[in-house]
């Protein structure tokens, strides 16, 4: 039987693995080990899911505490999916980093993993809209400080900021479209513009306006890095700034977790 | 770009004139037949114009980035107004006289949506009469956001979204909608038991669902469970589990069902599932 306590005893070897592979990628070392170390940590930690999977006998994807397993997971996959579609030697840290990171939490918060959640959140829909959303917010940030770096270093990353934008409104599309239909399975309505999905409505079109904006003027360099920065507020305001907004106190739904 | 811009400034102006002198837009007037009428309108303009693009260059800037950017912007700044402004309940007037606390029904708002639709037609419509392999993805991203915007816009005021309260034992054919009007169904749900299930710690609802027979006048169709997260679906109605009687929570011999009817749902779900085939598009296709 698995248990929360053994999570170090897979976490652990899998970090490992993910770090080296890391490193591995960022000195510029042999793509194929890179792979083989990234899919190592994938397995171990995958089987220590599937472990807890059989013995809570139903997918582990109730709790908090559950659903940042996945996401610790799926951060560094996507990383390496990434990492072979666009050879960006620095994405696997970037992806090792987080997924240690709600690692971490949940081997030091262990007094939130049995935190139900209410009936509302108790769907299969839950943990996809939240990883997916969690993945953009993570591409979208790090383009926002390539953009800033650009803005006050003056070297050009432009091409890299432009495929992480992609993804990133890619992966925006990906969450918003899954809490929609979610929302239509669960309430019977795909989007009833509360604040939260007001805000990311309005964080897409930011997105889609700066996707379209480097097609129409690639040349505009300067407005099109300020622009990225402006995107990446909406965001801010989208995920966490409206618990704040005076005009969204009290009514969202998405607001059961605080 | 600076036409784009003077457009969607018009634009907002006249929705201001509109919504002082004939007040917010009522979208219940949409309902069918008007929004069969004004999706042909849509759809014959856009086809129309189109066609006339090479004799009016109004038309072939339509399709042009010059004319979509101004336009998400201009969709993007209202958005964000909605973001920052308190919006009274869907079927409330607006609290203050411009009408922006209720940006659904602020014409500025409608008509700046309607504009971005107008020429994400006219794009696809470019597309579509060239076809090759490679406008797939750009088709995928493009008509998806336009049916899915379309028939759920149109087809919103053809929902019909009521609720039913049952008492255990008891059959009910009548139903409620959101002005309190009191309907005859075509359905009726007999309750058998409700019950709920606490959190051992907290003692708040874990979940709660509702053993029910769904008949309609013909006799029984179905004898099922119904929980949240888990309708039931009954010759085109969805029957969620709605709420209970929370006075007597674990002793409710009552549930309340949302009974929901959405005759567009499948062109927002092919709009939808589309646009999910585009975002993945990108892992795919080497070019943008």
């Not at chain 1, 993993?113 to 790090?142: C, D, N, R």
């Not at chain 2, 053809?158 to 009191?182: C, F, I, N, P, Y």
């Not at chain 2, 749900?189 to 053993?211: G, N, R, V």
């Amino acid at each position: 039987m698995v248990t929360w306590n053994d999570l170090w005893l897979f976490a652990l070897p899998a970090l490992v693995c993910w770090t080296v592979a890391a490193l591995l990628s960022l000195r510029g070392g042999k793509r194929g080990y890179v792979y083989l170390l990234t899919i190592c940590g994938l397995l171990i930690f995958g089987s220590y899911i599937g472990l807890m999977w059989i013995s809570l006998e139903r997918p582990p994807m109730r709790t908090m505490g559950e659903t940042r397993l996945w996401y610790s997971f799926f951060l560094p996959l996507v990383g390496l999916i990434t990492y072979s579609r666009w050879q960006y030697r620095w994405i696997l840290s970037f992806s090792t980093l987080l997924s240690a990171v709600f690692l971490c939490i949940n081997i030091l918060k262990p007094e939130i993993h049995s935190k139900e959640m209410m009936p509302a959140l108790q769907s299969p829909w839950f943990a996809p809209h939240v990883i997916i959303y969690m993945f953009a917010y993570a591409t979208t940030g790090v383009a926002t400080l390539m953009a800033l770096w650009q803005l006050f270093r003056k070297q050009d990353q432009l091409a890299a900021i432009d495929n992480l934008t992609r993804v990133g409104l890619s992966f925006l599309t990906i969450g918003m479209l899954f809490g929609a239909l979610w929302a239509k399975e669960a309430w019977g309505t795909y989007w009833s513009w509360d604040p939260k999905e007001t805000w990311a409505a309005a964080t897409w079109f930011c997105y889609l306006i700066y996707v379209h904006l480097r097609k129409s003027r690639p040349a505009a360099i300067t407005p099109a890095l300020l622009w990225q920065v402006i995107c990446f507020l909406c965001l801010q305001m989208c995920w966490w700034g409206i618990n704040y907004l005076p005009s969204a106190q009290g009514i969202s739904v998405h607001t059961y977790g605080s | 770009m600076t036409m784009g811009c003077l457009v969607c400034c018009g634009l907002v102006a006249v929705g201001m004139l509109l919504q002082l002198t004939t007040g917010p837009v009522r979208w219940d007037a949409m309902a069918s037949p008007v929004n069969i009428i004004v999706l042909t309108v849509l759809l014959l303009g856009i086809l129309t114009m189109h066609l006339c693009r090479g004799k009016v260059r109004l038309f072939r800037w339509m399709a042009t980035l010059q004319a979509g950017i101004p336009a998400m912007v201009a969709c993007a700044m209202l958005t964000v107004l909605m973001g920052v402004t308190r919006q009274v309940p869907s079927g409330h007037q607006p609290t203050e006289p411009f009408g922006i606390s209720s940006m659904l029904t602020f014409w500025p708002f409608v008509l700046s949506y309607t504009w971005l639709v107008v020429l994400v037609g006219m794009v696809c419509m470019t597309r579509l009469l060239q076809p090759s392999w490679r406008n797939i993805p750009f088709l995928l991203n493009h008509l998806g956001l336009f049916i899915a915007l379309v028939a759920g816009t149109l087809g919103n005021a053809d929902m019909q979204d009521l609720r039913m309260v049952v008492q255990e034992g008891k059959t009910e054919w009548r139903a409620v909608d959101s002005k309190h009007r009191v309907l005859q169904m075509p359905i009726g749900i007999e309750l058998h038991d409700f019950s709920m299930e606490l959190h051992e710690s907290s003692l708040a609802p874990k979940s709660f669902s509702s053993a029910v027979s769904v008949y309609t006048k013909r006799g029984v169709v179905v004898s099922d469970t119904i929980r949240v997260n888990k309708p039931l679906t009954v010759r085109g109605w969805k029957i969620y589990q709605y709420s209970y009687d929370e006075a007597r929570g674990n002793e409710s011999d009552i549930s309340v069902f949302e009974l929901v009817r959405d005759p567009w749902l499948p062109f927002v779900y092919i709009g939808i599932f589309m646009m999910l085939a585009g975002a993945l598009s990108i892992f795919v296709c080497k070019k943008w």
